[in-house]
């Protein structure tokens, strides 16, 4: 098991940036394939962005493609997203998840897929 803590959310205005973090218990982070999903009110928890245990492979949304980056500090035990250009559509918590076992060049982009899960972190965007 590994457990996760986000950090970094709060009070943007639109267009404006944040970066979440996700901290995990352990030694074996760097073998994890690390994810970010969020949800907002009333909707159901949606794929944001995914990133391999070697780092060298992500994948996300179609909707945060060119604005929202993924990467992990292997070395520190936490994986990132930093989001720029928020809109107030993407107003919600944002959870990291966590998936052990996954070989290195794999990304997983479905809730099934991990195992683990952190608290969440609020992100409200105002217009």
């Known amino acids: 098991q590994e457990q996760l803590v986000e950090s970094g959310g709060g009070l943007v205005q639109a267009g404006g940036s944040l970066r979440l973090s996700c901290q995990a218990s352990g030694r074996t982070f760097s073998r994890y394939a690390m994810g970010w999903f969020r949800r907002a009110p009333g909707k159901e928890r949606e794929f944001v962005a995914a990133?391999?245990?070697?780092?060298?492979?992500?994948d996300y949304a179609d909707s945060v493609k060119g604005r929202f980056t993924i990467s992990r500090d292997n070395a520190e035990n936490t994986v990132y997203l930093r989001m720029n250009s928020l809109n107030p559509e993407e107003a919600a918590v944002y959870y990291c998840?966590?998936?052990?076992?996954?070989?290195?060049?794999?990304?997983?982009?479905?809730?099934?897929?991990?195992?683990?899960w952190g608290q969440g972190a609020q992100v409200t965007v105002s217009s």
């Open positions: 998840a966590a998936k052990g076992g996954a070989a290195g060049g794999i990304v997983l982009s479905t809730r099934y897929e991990y195992d683990d």
């Open positions: 990133i391999s245990w070697s780092g060298a492979s992500t």
